[in-house]
């Protein structure tokens, strides 16, 4: 069965300039053990569908179905929801500002252990301690008792991988955990990730595309708030079948890092049919009309396009 | 109360209070200091809120009086705030020496408690209500500098100043046209709270007894009722009704202020990721 | 502590304290009037060695920049003067006065943070319910309301009218028999430190209102979420504790500003602290007690600031002393 079951979902948010659409209608499947990577633009949605799986976007109005191993997430309420959020699926966040920072990096760790009921604070320190240094972080119980300010971003970044883990979640949603590190740190990270996820289901977020590709067994790519291709790591490399991710191939640094014309959309002001057609160099007089549907290839049936023009071989 | 109907609320009682002052030596029935009834007089129809100790007519003191709490007030917040702005701009603007001297000066300055220092010059000079209002003013408007200045700064580090500045524009110019208007907002919503706190220390040193003696005063109304004897005899008419006005025309500039506040400065916090 | 921070601390404070008896001298000897000159008599009528101890310490006799400087050496060795009112040290009236006023003062602050902190946070976590907009208006509308009539309600309705407590003073009068009872005393300060605490409730609620409200966008509040936290635990054991941090400097601001602000209440309720005494050499003209009443305050408001730097950093573990935030 499948760890994770998303249909027909559709996130909006209100707000003076008018109604952003941030998620339109997706769906999508994870199964127990899979990685799979959501890429994706800022504004995609990505972030958005990310945090409405644990149900932590506020002012947002979602409809569809978010299905946990058969629970339906959107109808549990918020009490049973705080007994899923971190014991059994965990966030791991990027950005400097996510650890609280007036505790000690210890501490914080520590918490999400108590939560699952173990003994004391002593334990519960050891643990933390522990899951520092399952993180590859050296000294662990010096930096336990240290603050967050006091640690360099690639630090921060494995402590919030150990607070994700702390508690041994069976789902790990890690939303853009590389953003904004260096280029040698992000490779420890994402090697880090990759070992430590290795028996669990992870959806990993990101705009990077090669960090994606060297953790993930399968990529999901969304545009505009909607998926336009799914398919194998290594299908979606050798045989991209939607303009977007061909853009986003090339705009890689081994690629010739072209950029693809034009700019993200407003998510407000959605454009009609295809929501790639403005920037995309071969459209068809259809693109601009209708709205594809996400289908499957002929050449791979695990390979699904939103793309009118993808058998074009 | 949403914001906007504070903001029209306020702003309505306000407007009343205006009017009751421009309009008190035509409405009211009496003159406000003539002797016109015996003392201690219940409230009649002759005299609708009753005669104080010296026989005077309560509510034409009571209308009257608007007007001197609402020049001390306002008087005092624009001055208050037109320091503030002036100093703030000329600093931020300027930078270098000039604003390292005043913004020191200010750090010693904002140590100083003004209203023991206010109680001590009301005794020199003598008490009008524009001495008040000037003293209040001044003192009141070097609190105000460092919050102006810090606007001024990150406004004179936007692009816009340079570009003017590229142009050729001079500093009164750049100063009046582009940074006045955009600092006018946060000026605005410091002038209406100023206003609410100086017509409340105006009325309060009347009851101290450091007023304008030459004015009706609601501050003196209210400690003469209180000091003769208010509880005991009784003398709710004298002694509430002044009361009421400061306290509702303190909460009209309130409702004012805070109606004007987030209009002017929105810091809708939602946690919500995109 | 860094110690050149300390330094610049001190020296700063010296100066604001400095400029203030400055203030003071120029005040007292060079407004028109010859003030001090034409008063003394009626203090050596009072108390005649008072009189020709003022002339002697102050050297009313010698020139300007003479008498400057033997003020300041007076004002540093503890000599402030002599009140024309009581035809005593003024240093030591304001002594004995102060202790009264901080009966009052202390428990109102204290009540006055806890209240204001604790509706604040909630408020400003519930930002935008039903709850917070009543609590908001209700605090603007107290807010708004001066301290001088809270004081007059408060002995109209609970003294006047239901009889709960006493109309003023600080003791009733068996104690002219008895002796001073703790429980009497208490009694007569309930509705003084009731009347201070709302005057400042309000000002702690809006700010910790605000403070909670930035907390509640941050980041690590969403990690906190993240973790399974109920509502409440994220609010406790995340927010709170940097809502707080601005907060600190307010406080310790608060405090010296309700002694000001204690000159209605206490004259209002015949409370023999510092206020009243304001209140009464207002009244006379006492200058020399008056000054003394400005420097006493200036003196709180920089030992309040020196308190707020230096507690900081106890609370914030990303400031050491000496950093700016």
């Not at chain 1, 932590?56 to 309420?77: C, F, H, N, P, T």
């Not at chain 1, 966040?93 to 210890?106: D, E, I, M």
């Not at chain 3, 319910?129 to 309301?145: E, H, Y």
Request: hydrophobic content about 45%; overall charge neutral.
């Amino acid at each position: 069965m499948s760890i994770l079951a998303i249909n027909d979902l559709k996130v909006q948010f209100p707000t003076p300039e008018g109604l952003v659409k941030a998620v339109n209608t997706v769906d999508l499947e994870l199964e127990e053990g899979e990685r799979l990577g959501m890429i994706g633009e800022t504004g995609s949605g990505k972030t958005v569908l990310g945090l409405a799986i644990v149900r932590l976007l506020s002012g947002a109005e979602v409809e569809g179905s978010i299905e946990y191993q058969g629970r339906k997430l959107l109808l549990l309420d918020e009490a049973e929801m705080q007994k899923l959020r971190g014991r059994e699926i965990s966030v791991i966040f990027q950005g400097p500002n996510s650890l609280n920072p007036v505790l000690k990096v210890g501490d914080q760790i520590a918490e999400s252990i108590r939560l699952i009921g173990c003994s004391n604070r002593k334990d519960d320190k050891k643990k933390a301690v522990q899951a520092m240094e399952a993180v590859g972080m050296p000294d662990a119980e010096l930096w336990a008792d240290r603050y967050p300010h006091q640690f360099s971003g690639g630090m921060k970044e494995r402590a919030m991988i150990a607070l994700g883990l702390a508690c041994d979640p069976r789902l790990i949603i890690a939303d853009e955990p590389t953003k904004g590190l260096d280029a040698n740190i992000k490779v420890q990270v994402v090697e880090l990730i990759r070992d430590v996820t290795t028996d669990k289901s992870l959806l990993f977020i990101t705009h990077d595309l090669s960090a994606a590709a060297q953790i993930c067994d399968r990529i999901a790519v969304m545009y505009c708030g909607e998926i336009v291709e799914v398919g194998r790591t290594e299908e979606i490399f050798s045989n991209p079948l939607h303009p977007y991710t061909e853009g986003l191939l090339r705009s890689l640094p081994i690629m010739g890092m072209r950029a693809i014309r034009g700019a993200s959309p407003s998510l407000i002001d959605i454009p009609s049919g295809c929501r790639f057609h403005p920037r995309c160099d071969r459209p068809c007089e259809n693109c601009a009309r209708a709205h594809p549907p996400l289908v499957e290839a002929e050449s791979n049936p695990g390979h699904l396009v939103r793309c009118f023009q993808h058998d074009r071989g | 109360m949403s914001r906007k109907s504070a903001f029209s609320v306020g702003l309505l009682v306000l407007g009343a209070y205006i009017l009751a002052a421009i309009l008190s030596s035509f409405i009211t029935p009496y003159s406000p200091t003539g002797l016109v009834g015996r003392p201690l007089d219940d409230p009649s129809e002759a005299h609708l809120l009753g005669t104080n100790d010296l026989g005077q007519d309560i509510f034409s003191r009571l209308l009257y009086g608007t007007r001197a709490t609402l020049i001390i007030g306002l008087l005092g917040a624009l001055l208050s705030v037109s320091v503030s702005t002036f100093v703030g701009l000329v600093s931020a603007y300027y930078g270098g020496g000039i604003d390292e001297v005043i913004t020191r000066s200010v750090d010693v300055m904002m140590t100083i408690p003004t209203f023991p220092l206010l109680l001590v010059l009301t005794i020199f000079f003598a008490p009008s209500i524009f001495v008040i209002s000037g003293l209040m003013g001044v003192l009141g408007g070097t609190q105000g500098i460092r919050i102006i200045r810090s606007q001024v700064l990150s406004l004179v580090e936007a692009n816009f100043v340079y570009g003017a500045k590229a142009i050729g524009a001079g500093d009164l110019r750049i100063m009046t046209r582009h940074i006045l208007p955009n600092v006018l907002p946060l000026a605005t919503v410091k002038f209406v709270f100023a206003a609410q706190r100086y017509m409340l220390m105006g009325v309060g040193l009347g009851f101290l007894g450091l007023g304008d003696p030459s004015v009706v005063d609601w501050g003196q109304m209210i400690s003469r009722a209180y000091y003769n004897g208010g509880f005991a005899l009784g003398l709710w008419w004298w002694l509430i009704p002044p009361g009421i006005a400061v306290t509702l025309l303190s909460v009209a500039l309130a409702l004012l202020g805070y109606g004007l506040e987030e209009e002017i400065d929105p810091r809708l916090k939602r946690s919500a990721a995109i | 502590m860094n110690a050149e921070y300390l330094m610049r601390r001190v020296f700063y404070s010296l100066l604001a304290f400095m400029v203030s008896v400055t203030l003071t001298f120029v005040l007292l000897h060079l407004m028109p009037g010859d003030y001090l000159h034409s008063i003394l008599p009626y203090l050596a009528e009072k108390n005649p060695d008072a009189a020709r101890m003022f002339r002697e310490q102050f050297g009313l006799n010698r020139s300007i920049s003479e008498q400057y400087f033997l003020y300041m050496a007076n004002v540093i060795r503890g000599n402030w003067g002599y009140s024309f009112l009581y035809g005593q040290p003024v240093l030591a009236i304001i002594g004995e006065k102060l202790r009264w006023t901080l009966v009052i003062l202390f428990p109102s602050t204290v009540l006055s943070i806890i209240i204001g902190m604790a509706v604040g946070a909630y408020s400003g976590w519930k930002n935008g319910s039903k709850t917070d907009l009543s609590v908001l208006n209700f605090m603007i509308f107290v807010g708004a309301v001066p301290s001088y009539w809270w004081a007059m309600l408060f002995i109209l309705i609970f003294g006047f009218h239901l009889n709960l407590f006493p109309l003023g003073g600080y003791v009733s009068i068996d104690a002219l028999e008895n002796g001073v009872c703790i429980f009497d005393v208490l009694r007569h300060a309930a509705l003084p430190i009731a009347a201070l605490t709302i005057s400042s409730v309000p000002g702690t609620y809006y700010l910790m209102r605000n403070s909670t409200l930035q907390t509640t966008g941050e980041e690590y509040v969403l990690t906190a979420r993240s973790k399974g936290l109920t509502e409440m635990e994220v609010l406790r054991h995340h927010a709170l504790k940097n809502a707080m941090l601005p907060m600190v400097t307010v406080i310790a601001l608060e405090l010296a500003q309700m002694i000001t602000g204690s000159v209605f209440v206490e004259t209002i309720f015949s409370w023999p602290g510092l206020g009243l005494l304001t209140f009464e050499a207002l009244r006379v003209r006492d200058l020399p007690l008056l000054q003394g009443i400005f420097l006493i305050d200036t003196l709180m408001v920089i030992l309040a600031n020196i308190a707020a730097d230096f507690s900081y950093p106890l609370i914030d573990p990303r400031v050491k002393v000496g950093e700016n935030v």
